[in-house]
């Protein structure tokens, strides 16, 4: 398995700030996803997290609100970017290592409220 | 369009029960299915990942089959515990032409078991 750990666990915030989401791996792996799950709702893939080039964002998704840095390959960090209360979610964090089923985990999550 | 529907959208039960949850899906090309648990507050944690070949795999009092023809498959939950609360979540791994993948998730399935 894999051990993830985001930082921060929680946070309140104000309308158009920017809060950055940390998430640490304990140990290398290739493939690093951010997902949202809004309130009462399934996993939605933001971007992946390539590490040394820019991340690849799914349809609805921008570079200038959801920033993300990969510098190496335990780490990343996603910025919510000029926040609105829509973007009250859990921010989660999941790395894929290889395997004959190429097993995906996923962090403890973020939970993001925007005021 | 590849869709993941689970049903039902959420169930009570009393502890010690056994209960049943349904996946149907319509990824193709089907690559393998997963069946997470997703406790309040936390990221989801795999139960089980079945490839098309195979019919049943358990995983303690988690017991899940597959259909591949049929694309359905069902979780069920021997002697449910208190513990066993938390949602359920399908997700088919929908694996592209272009060796590229996604992971489908569905809606999930809240349990709560009672005492």
């Known amino acids: 398995s894999a051990v993830i750990s985001q930082k921060p666990s929680r946070d309140i915030c104000q309308r158009g700030t920017s809060l950055t989401i940390q998430c640490q791996v304990d140990?290398?792996?290739?493939?690093m996803f951010w997902y949202r799950q809004q309130p009462g709702q399934s996993l939605t893939l933001i971007a992946t997290?390539?590490?040394?080039?820019?991340?690849?964002?799914e349809s609805g998704f921008v570079i200038d609100k959801f920033p993300i840095s990969r510098p190496n390959l335990t780490f990343s960090t996603l910025t919510v970017s000029n926040m609105s209360p829509e973007d009250s979610s859990i921010y989660l964090c999941?790395?894929?290592?290889?395997?004959?089923?190429?097993?995906?985990?996923f962090g403890p999550g973020t939970r993001l409220t925007v005021l | 369009k590849n869709q993941v529907e689970q049903s039902p959208q959420s169930l009570i039960i009393l502890e010690g029960k056994n209960c049943t949850l349904q996946?149907?899906?319509?990824?193709?090309?089907?690559?393998?299915l997963r069946w997470y648990k997703q406790d309040t507050g936390r990221g989801p944690v795999s139960l089980t990942i079945?490839?098309?070949?195979?019919n049943t795999k358990s995983n303690g009092r988690y017991t899940a089959t597959l259909d591949a023809d049929t694309k359905q498959s069902s979780l069920h939950i021997t002697a449910s515990q208190l513990s066993d609360s938390a949602s359920y979540i399908c997700v088919v791994w929908d694996e592209g032409r272009d060796s590229s993948y996604k992971l489908i998730f569905g809606s999930g399935t809240r349990l709560l078991v009672r005492p």
């Open positions: 997290a390539n590490q040394g080039s820019e991340a690849t964002y």
């Open positions: 079945m490839t098309f070949s195979e």
């Open positions: 140990s290398q792996v290739t493939m």
């Open positions: 996946c149907n899906y319509t990824v193709s090309p089907f690559s393998n």
């Open positions: 999941s790395v894929q290592r290889g395997s004959s089923y190429n097993e995906q985990f």
